[in-house]
């Protein structure tokens, strides 16, 4: 019966598309209960070398390092953190939005911004929006490791320290939970001031070297803690919106399969209705 | 009962240790150094060597640390290790091995290297071995 030939090809890619996404959805599934794993495994170190520093941001140095010292903006730095690939609903266009609209704010106060990309999609998304990109990574993968991102920020962290840029911001996706993702941008240089609510009085770590190279790794291995763990909670957040994404898709592709089965069930019902009253209507002119 | 401090050792992709010790062993960049409960503030950078600590109830506890960064409060000790893992867990032919290589590439001049990542390769085998002989010598005891 050729009704509906058409219909059927339809249905039948759509229910080859529905079979892709239903299998990315449950492999973002098992992913991002890996990557959340890595999430809260790298949460114990940043939240000791977080309480370090902000000890020495209350301690007394007699030295005080650059990092900690505020200088007039003139040019800023950011370093965002995209995921590599895409089919992750808008994930990374919410990010480069917030990104953007903090740009913007420093563009109109006359202040150039430099770029680091990490992740495949924002360095092209960069590329071809406009921008300073003086640094770049991609294809970290799902099992980030620090020696990824050591080298994007060295780049951001020296250009800090010969002082051509003055500020440096680490944008990233905030993991609230599986549905919510929040991209946020957050100072990380100079660095913010601790509030002081305790070791107020006068004292100081005895530093073992010198604190000038001591605190230059020690606020180093910081920042890029900073950014690992962007980068860690980026992956958690680009799994769970591709499984939203993917889920999703899966529905759309059941009501479209259902909607056209009911279209082609209707033809395939006129065909034949036609056919028997054209059989009647023969039999009753003989 | 004994005076204790409380400890951890983390890594960027792990917690290694967080408990309560009585002492502390680890090494700095200016040679090892034994830290007690109550120790003035101290920062210090940690060159790759063993930890070997003392917890609460007497045991004795060895860890490898290839470098970081070790934070003193009078009543914690809070290690910022580059890479830590236990030290029970590592293999010492691997180790052997490393250095074995490592040597082999500082006595080979003509081979395309860069001597200072081979040297760093060589102290940090010597390092993990140093700390599987320590750990040898407690199961011995």
Known sequence: MAVGKEIRNQISSIKNTQKITSAMEMVAA???RKAQEAMQLGKPYAKNIRSVVSHIANANPEYTHEFMVERPAKRVGFIVVSSDRGLCGGLNINLFKAMINAMKLWHEQNVEVDICTIGAKSGAFFKSFGGNVVASVRNIGERPEVADVIGSVKVMLDSYNNGSIDRLFLVGNEFVNTMT???TVEQILPLPAADADELKHHWDYIYEPAPQELLDGLLTRYIESLVYQAVVENNACEQAARMIAMKSATDNAGDLIGELQLVYNKARQAAITQELSEIVGGAAAV | MAMTMHCDIASTEAR???GRVESLVCTGTLGDMGILPGHAPL???????PVRLVTQDGEEQIFYVSGGYVEVQPGTVNILADTAVRADDMDEVQAAQAKKDAEEVLLNKSAEFEYSRAASQLAEAAAQ??????????LHR
Request: proline share 8%.
């Open chain 1, 181 to 183: 993702q929040q991209p």
């Open chain 2, 129 to 138: 071995l140093r700390t599987i002989q320590q750990l040898r010598k407690k």
């Open chain 2, 43 to 49: 920062l210090t950078a940690l060159i790759p060597g």
């Open chain 2, 16 to 18: 290694i240790f967080s």
């Open chain 1, 30 to 32: 098992s992913k991002m």
